[in-house]
């Protein structure tokens, strides 16, 4: 009870600031709600479609420089629009000297990787991206893949998606199958002749029976039943 007696409701509800400030909250996020409009605007159609890296960064920038004006009473409105105004100059500075440079593209936004070519890994370039096994199998099995010899070819786009190119029904080839079930019978003996799967870039070969076998691409010795299935649609 001591607690509640000394508690200090108008402390608790407005911190150092008297119940007038309320109002000037609302006036102060009703001007950063406009100049988000305004700048979201300014940073055109691409800007709010899929993110790149530096457009996330300048959306994060936007962002803080939007929220403290609106309730810290020692931060004044003129501060933080021009920090909108340097933060979407930078961005427009930015977009157009990519659309000039390929080169200064690639560094800004990265580029387009193949993950996936003629059903296998495509093992140095998968390698080197931050993307976890499960994570790029999971957006497949999205797709209604179920092994990797359905697909022809896999981009990493620099938006982060995942673009999926499939052999016809015809050519799909023995692969590496991506269901969780399937996968997860790994072998480093052959139990039976047949063609497996290495489980680490997806190469495919015939084995013999009760047999070690290391891959000639990854140089690994863990293998798994290839499967044959078509893809369903």
């Known amino acids: 009870m001591y607690f509640l007696d000394n508690l200090s409701w108008g402390h608790l509800l407005f911190g150092e600031h008297d119940w007038f400030f309320a109002f000037e909250i609302i006036f102060r996020t009703l001007i950063m709600y406009i100049v988000i409009l305004v700048g979201l605007r300014l940073t055109g159609k691409r800007g709010v479609r899929q993110l790149s890296i530096f457009e996330l960064v300048v959306i994060i920038g936007l ?48 580029k387009t990787v193949c993950l996936i070519e003629n059903g296998r890994f495509s093992y140095d370039a998968f390698s080197k991206e931050d993307l976890a096994e499960e994570e790029f199998f999971a957006e497949l099995r999205s797709r209604g893949v179920s092994q990797l010899g359905q697909v022809e070819k896999a981009y990493l786009e620099i938006s982060g998606e995942v673009s999926v190119f499939f052999y016809a029904d015809n050519d799909v080839k023995p692969g590496l199958p991506i269901l969780p079930h399937e996968f997860a019978d790994k072998n480093k003996v052959i139990p039976s002749a047949g063609i497996y799967a290495c489980v680490h870039c997806g190469s495919t070969d015939q084995h013999a029976a009760k047999q070690k076998y290391v891959c000639s691409v990854c140089k690994k010795d863990s293998w798994v039943k290839a499967s044959e299935r078509k893809r369903i649609t």
């Open 63 to 110: 962002g803080s420089s939007a929220g403290d004006p609106m309730f810290y009473k020692d931060v004044g409105l003129l501060a933080a629009i021009i920090v909108f105004v340097v933060v979407i100059a930078a961005y427009r500075l930015t977009t157009y000297f990519t659309g000039k440079s390929r080169k200064f593209e690639e560094l800004i936004e990265g």
